[in-house]
């Protein structure tokens, strides 16, 4: 009798050359069903079908794990409100609430990689591919805010990264007690979308957002 393992009954995904992949898989469908805090490093191996020792061979533990997970989020995330903000095309203002939309669409559909990204607890500089990511993907809220507020008079307009801020304050906040994929969400007599754009409408007007038209 061979006492021999047959390669048939090796884990999974060990030898299949796309460990890190399978991981990335795992961890996000522990994420979905237990939270970004809810798992060890051995259940996501043994989700990927591999030995508790195989991640090792691209992670150093569960939170390097998560931030790739996180900086993959952040990614995608980007090429969402990028393709949402189009350059401010046709104006400002319709792409600008558009953008909102785009930010709202990602918390609700991607709830894994937005767990990851803002409620795992992964600092942002835990790599540097991590901090790029998030920094590219606010970027295109700071563009938006400094697009809008150049058409206002030179001494009323408010300082960009403030007003960015702002609007990811309250994006953020309507996309977690609102627009969340999963039980967690509070009930609304509206969608998500209507109450963040009816308050970005409030802030900008309080801005003087969009300018009057001339008399």
């Not at 090796?10 to 795992?26: C, D, I, S, T």
């Not at 309250?170 to 609102?178: E, P, T």
Request: proline fraction near 7%; avoid cysteine.
């Amino acid at each position: 009798m061979s006492w021999k393992r047959n390669e048939s009954e090796q884990p999974r995904g060990y030898h299949h050359g796309n460990l890190k992949e399978a991981l990335v898989r795992a961890a996000l469908g522990l994420i979905g069903e237990k939270g970004p805090n809810g798992f060890t490093f051995a259940e996501a191996a043994r989700m990927a079908g591999v030995s508790p020792a195989a991640p090792y061979r691209h992670y150093r533990d569960r939170d390097e794990l998560l931030a790739d997970v996180a900086a993959r989020g952040f990614a995608a995330f980007e090429a969402a409100l990028a393709r949402a903000w189009d350059n401010g095309r046709p104006d400002a203002e319709t792409a600008f609430h558009r953008l909102g939309r785009a930010y709202l669409a990602f918390a609700h559909d991607e709830p894994a990689f937005y767990s990851a990204m803002f409620e795992a607890g992964v600092a942002l500089d835990a790599s540097p591919e991590l901090r790029a990511a998030a920094d590219r993907a606010f970027l295109q809220l700071r563009q938006a805010a400094e697009t809008l507020i150049a058409g206002l008079p030179q001494g009323k307009r408010p300082p960009a990264l403030m007003m960015a801020l702002h609007i990811w304050a309250m994006s953020h906040g309507v996309a977690a007690l609102f627009g969340r994929a999963d039980a967690g969400r509070r009930p609304l007599p509206m969608s998500a979308a209507d109450l963040l754009e009816a308050g970005m409408l409030i802030y900008l007007k309080g801005l003087g957002l969009p300018p009057e038209p001339p008399a």
